[in-house]
């Protein structure tokens, strides 16, 4: 069942089995006819193209094709060549109508997070030092790394 709509800008709406069509009406800086030509013009671009090579393809394969002795010395007939013809037209112009979708975007991988020990003498130092070392001195900032040797926490 057909419903017709309007929009907040005036133009009209044909809505038809859940498809939206534009309608064309006269407005005051003219029509929107314009805009309905140029999808048909497309759709009939994309209609000859298909039909042309339809056409070309059937009329190669019936010109080509083999006279009545050389179809009984080869054992094919006509219609292999006829069918060969409908075949690729039907290739071809499936290729024509595909279509055309926009590749997906790029994945930019994101770069690495590099985290840095807290600056000394702060509580998010010790905190880090205390927890990572267990001979850790938080008067001096010192641990021990090996016996008798040791090193400032950074």
Not at 12 to 25: E, K, Q, S, V
Request: charged content about 15%; some cysteine; aromatic content about 14%.
């Amino acid at each position: 069942m057909p419903v017709t709509s309007q929009n907040s800008s005036g133009a009209y709406f044909l809505i038809i089995g859940g498809r939206i069509n534009r309608l064309p009406i006269e407005t005051e800086h003219g029509s929107d006819r314009r805009e309905i030509q140029t999808e048909g013009n497309a759709m009939m671009k994309k209609l000859a193209i298909t039909s042309l090579a339809v056409a070309a393809t059937t009329v190669a394969a019936l010109s080509t094709g083999a006279g009545e002795a050389q179809a009984k010395k080869w054992y094919w007939s006509p219609g292999a060549a006829a069918a060969g013809g409908f075949v690729a037209g039907a290739v071809i112009g499936s290729a024509l109508a595909a279509p055309r979708y926009a590749p997906p975007p790029a994945y930019v991988e994101p770069g690495p997070v590099y985290y840095s020990p807290p600056e000394p003498w702060t509580p998010a130092w010790y905190e880090y030092c205390s927890s990572k070392y267990r001979t850790f001195n938080p008067e001096t900032g010192y641990y021990f790394y090996r016996p008798g040797r040791a090193r400032f926490c950074r």
